[in-house]
């Protein structure tokens, strides 16, 4: 019984893709996501008073390290080197608009970093907010764009 689906095996059992035979070629993802937060959780964030500390810097970096051990988080995702991981955190009057881009020269692409530095930002930043917005809502994380390998680019809306 041959399977269509490429991450299971002729049994139908759950495997990693071998890539080993794909060209190497840079690719890149680019996520986005967005923390819903109350009004005076945005005022403090402005001001920089959240009482654990600098909260966008605690995310940005989380996220980076999120990017990095995505393979050890999604189980058949292949552990790749990743050659640039940015994060973004822009507050906005309703949360933070948080946006990852991630770099590679490999045999396969990031989306699945990309999305997982998304992630991990909004956890990271709910983590140091939750004392003072319990509510805090991640919404909206999705891929917004892909390059590289056989199917090029890919752009959100296109």
């Not at 964030?45 to 940005?60: H, M, T």
Request: glycine letters at 10%.
């Amino acid at each position: 019984m041959g399977s269509e689906f490429t991450h299971l095996d002729s049994k139908g059992a759950a495997r990693m893709v071998d890539v080993s035979a794909k060209n190497v070629s840079a690719r890149t993802a680019a996520a986005s996501g967005f923390v819903r937060l109350s009004a005076d959780c945005v005022a403090l964030l402005r001001a920089g008073d959240v009482p654990k500390g600098d909260a966008l810097a605690v995310a940005r970096i989380a996220g980076i390290m999120g990017a990095k051990r995505t393979p050890d988080l999604v189980p058949l995702c292949h552990p790749i080197a990743l050659h640039g991981v940015s994060v973004t955190l822009t507050i906005e009057d309703d949360g933070v608009a948080i946006g990852a881009t991630v770099r590679t020269a490999d045999r396969t692409g990031v989306e699945m970093e990309a999305l997982t530095s998304v992630m991990v930002a909004a956890l990271a930043l709910i983590d140091m907010v939750k004392a003072v917005d319990p509510a805090a809502t991640v919404t909206d994380v999705r891929v917004e764009e892909k390059t590289g390998g056989k199917t090029g680019v890919w752009r959100r809306g296109q």
